[in-house]
């Protein structure tokens, strides 16, 4: 039975998260709803990244074991069904044995926060007109990439058996009137960017010290993290396979 990896974009403002949960809109429920209604049949998916309410995804997959070719043109017939702020990218056969989840080698994400007000992107970034020192904001992005056990930004109650993470990037950049976070790491836990990025900020305001930031970080209790930073900032920016799981 064919494999196929479904690439999806997507505004996460209307939905209660990526995977699919009882009596609430999740983009996974939308994009089976479409599958079903096109292919008159039920295709179950499977989610590679579980993005939380309000999140938004650049790129985020599917993978789905289907008993027919899905064809190319058939992708504008299913953008047709879904609503607008969902969009299936690339529908693309795959090795029958890969997985969007497990085979993921890498994952990167942005948070981004305005420095300004400005209406059209209040839904897509968080608003924090606050006094920072953005000298504080880098050397703290650059001191994760010190450590790789990240407990004190998991939130509570997940069933992850470990909270080590390689984090391969962490950096602050401008973008227009923006300040975005962009990280990337081989794995992230429930809440992660946000803690990071909640916690940064109260660097760069002063609120703490660098030293307290490494203190929280090693003290591997999310108590002490501040994971207040709204959804809607938050963007999966990009998910990074290996060759192998590509259909040649």
């Known amino acids: 039975m064919p494999r196929y990896f479904i690439e999806v974009a997507y505004k996460g403002n209307n939905y209660a998260g990526f995977q699919v949960q009882d009596n609430v809109l999740t983009i996974q429920s939308e994009v089976q709803k479409a599958l079903a209604v096109f292919y008159k049949e039920q295709i179950p998916l499977t989610g590679s990244s579980r993005t939380d309410a309000g999140v938004h995804a650049l790129q985020n997959y599917f993978h789905a074991d289907v008993p027919f070719f899905i064809q190319q ?37 942005k948070y981004y926060v305005s420095r300004k007000k400005n209406p059209f992107i209040t839904d897509r970034s968080y608003f924090f007109p606050y006094s920072i020192d953005e000298e504080k904001l880098h050397e703290a992005a650059a001191t994760i990439l010190n450590y790789t056990d990240f407990t004190s930004f998991s939130k509570r109650n997940t069933q992850v058996k470990t909270f080590i993470c390689q984090v391969l990037e962490s950096r602050w950049v401008k973008e227009d009137d923006c300040l975005v976070y962009h990280v990337k790491a081989n794995r992230f836990l429930r809440g992660m960017v946000r803690g990071l990025t909640g916690t940064m900020l109260q660097v760069a305001r002063e609120k703490i010290t660098i030293d307290d930031f490494k203190k929280i970080i090693e003290s591997r209790d999310c108590t002490k993290a501040d994971f207040a930073v709204p959804g809607h900032g938050l963007f999966l920016v990009q998910v990074n396979y290996p060759e192998r799981v590509w259909k040649r």
């Open 73 to 109: 043109k058939n992708i504008y017939n299913l953008n047709a069904l879904l609503p607008r702020d969902i969009a299936i990218k690339n529908i693309l056969q795959v090795n029958n044995e890969a997985h969007c989840r497990f085979d993921a080698e890498s994952r990167e994400y």
